[in-house]
């Protein structure tokens, strides 16, 4: 087709597509509208909260302001049977949030909270007090919350709200695409909060905001620049600036203060931060926002380089050096905070996508896809940076985003020598995605199925599949129509006693406490938290013995002074490993109660260092 023609047909595609989604949206039962007769008492919608190192962050959503109501709100919370005034925020337009914060939070004790509008609108949950002393931390994963009604967007999340009032989960998080309609951010947050309202009022709540959140099909974020494509492909960020601050406020201002504040491109936050909450610190990434559109890279003007969609293509041209994934800002925040072990016992990474390409058919069953640039498997080289990073912590990765419920344990060298990752199946969604390898994995476990086992993905990225929750036989012949089967949610539990690591992977439309309710095939899945970073073949450095447990130790390059590894020690002993031989520095306390050794690595290394801690 000349180039004249296609944009004509292209031009007059546009405008049917336009005409039918017209059309269709007016016989769409899902479009959601606000009540034209909301009242003055019901003009807070839901809250989301944080507690972190002492400081109470909440950020209540509020319906729309109407005629001379004022744009102020108060947090009370309930002291000796009284509510007592503790912070005023303005309600901020547009998206009328009103951010609160409260230094000095006495966290060893919950609280009633309610927000107050006017003396006539009040909303109440708990302020939870920190579940430092449970042996056991339940982390709660949801993402992609469709809401077309015949792709599963309509039907209710009661079952998910039910169960996590049995559950009562310490953290939630939803990784992303909260909100699936790409103009009507707000209106659909409100929908969001009624959904789940009652179970975020009274939990601390983490979210990340994705590509259908900021209204993109996909999100190549490239620092901030300004997107010419919707699809995402050009990467930056297509709709207005404001639209994008309105939707990271709403989301994400609740969060523990980012790491390093300075804005990007167009005057765009961020949000990269942690949160310390019952002895595990988690670290929360923004994926998305630094890394490389496909533009130059992958797609040549209009067109994508067209083989990129060809099963076993060859991945080596699109193995781009200088693209960019976590960027350096993100990276040197990883670093700092794997060392940071005050008030934690085990570490959790929380991104929007996982590190590999969790996939080999997307959409339907019968199209292989070759390279999903869309996963946090490309760019490779960039990939195994962060992997190599994250690993020196031991900690664990949870996302979502692929609508594909899957539990990856990631190689870089080799495989199995960086850590797992748990991406959570979607609440509802669409867009189906499938792990249908052609070949059999290698190296699984005696009776696994043969889609586990050990994999090159579609990147040649090394990867050992676990479990995948795909979708079934009835629904793969479907061509992608989706209820709620293949859809659910994760929960993640940190036993800190034995540092073991549970990833729990549930339907929709069960009640999880219900002794005959099954989880996904293949789980739930237990690992040690030093699975995370697992060295088979490489040297030893002394045994540590100390006089005191739980010490934190860490591991620095003698020469080069690169960070290793560091860990909460469980218990009195410990021997680290390396993959390089050479000169380590290996330091053990915290603060200002610290000891220094200077060790040779060796391939066996049976020298034992006593270590008094005071």
């Not at 570490?347 to 969790?358: E, N, P, R, W, Y």
């Amino acid at each position: 087709m000349k180039s004249s023609s296609k944009k004509i047909f292209n031009h007059l595609l546009i405008i049917a597509l336009t005409f039918f989604l017209q059309i269709n949206a007016q016989n769409e039962t899902w479009l959601f509208k606000l009540p034209d007769n909301i009242l003055p008492k019901d003009r807070i919608c839901f809250a989301l909260y944080t507690v972190h190192e002492n400081t109470l962050k909440l950020t209540a959503q509020f319906n729309p302001i109407k005629n001379y109501e004022p744009f102020e709100a108060s947090l009370q919370i309930k002291e000796n049977g009284e509510w007592i005034n503790k912070a005023k925020a303005e309600i901020i337009y547009p998206g009328y949030t009103a951010p609160f914060r409260i230094e000095n939070w006495d966290d060893t004790k919950a609280y009633e909270y309610r927000v107050v509008h006017n003396n006539t609108a009040f909303y109440e949950g708990t302020i939870q007090k920190n579940p430092i002393l449970k042996d056991e931390i339940v982390l709660a994963a949801f993402t992609c919350n469709s809401i077309y009604p015949k792709y599963g967007g309509d039907i209710q999340r009661n079952d998910i709200v039910e169960n996590m009032k049995k559950l009562k989960p310490d953290v939630l998080f939803f990784s992303g695409d909260q909100v699936y309609d790409h103009s009507e951010h707000y209106l659909y947050w409100l929908k969001f909060g009624r959904d789940f309202g009652d179970i975020i009022r009274n939990t601390p709540t983490i979210c990340l905001p994705d590509d259908h959140d900021i209204g993109q099909a996909n999100l190549w974020g490239a620092g901030g620049k300004k997107g010419t494509a919707r699809n995402g492909e050009s990467g930056g960020y297509y709709m207005p600036v404001e639209y994008v601050k309105e939707v990271e406020r709403a989301q994400t201002s609740h969060l523990p203060d980012p790491y390093d504040a300075t804005p990007i491109e167009q005057g765009i936050g961020v949000y990269y931060t942690d949160l310390k909450w019952g002895g595990i610190s988690f670290a929360i990434l923004e994926d998305r926002k630094f890394k490389t559109g496909l533009e130059g890279y992958i797609k040549n003007g209009e067109d994508y380089f067209a083989e990129v969609t060809y099963a076993n293509i060859d991945d080596r041209p699109y193995n781009v050096k200088d693209a960019t994934l976590l960027g350096k800002r993100q990276l040197k925040f990883l670093e700092e905070w794997t060392t940071d072990w005050e008030d934690a016992e085990m570490k959790s990474v929380l991104s929007q996508t996982i590190f590999a390409m969790g996939n080999t058919h997307s959409g339907k069953y019968d199209k292989p896809i070759g390279l999903d640039f869309d996963t946090n498997g490309w760019p490779q080289t960039k990939r195994d940076m962060a992997l190599a990073t994250i690993r020196k912590s031991f900690s664990c990765m949870v996302a979502g985003d692929q609508h594909l419920g899957t539990v990856i344990h990631h190689g870089i060298n080799d495989w199995n020598d960086a850590g797992y990752s748990f991406c959570t199946p979607s609440i509802a969604n669409f867009w189906l995605r499938w792990w249908s390898p052609q070949e059999e994995g290698k190296n699984r476990v005696n009776g696994a199925p043969t889609y586990t086992g050990e994999f090159l993905d579609g990147f040649k990225n090394k990867i050992t599949m676990h479990a995948t929750a795909n979708p079934t036989i009835q629904h793969k012949k479907g061509g992608g129509k989706l209820t709620t089967t293949a859809a659910g949610f994760g929960i993640v539990r940190f036993n800190k006693n034995n540092r073991e690591i549970t990833f729990e992977c549930w339907p929709r439309n069960v009640d999880i406490t219900n002794p005959t309710s099954k989880q996904y095939e293949g789980w739930p899945i237990t690992i040690s938290q030093l699975d995370n970073y697992k060295i088979t073949n490489g040297y030893e450095l002394p045994r540590f013995k100390m006089s005191k447990e739980n010490q934190v130790l860490t591991v620095m390059n003698q020469t080069t002074n690169e960070l290793i590894l560091s860990l909460r020690v469980n218990g009195k002993v410990y021997q680290p490993k390396t993959h390089l031989k050479g000169a380590f520095k290996v330091i053990i306390g915290e603060g200002e109660n610290k000891s220094s050794f200077t060790v040779e690595a060796a391939t066996k290394n049976n020298k034992t260092i006593k270590v008094l801690i005071k």
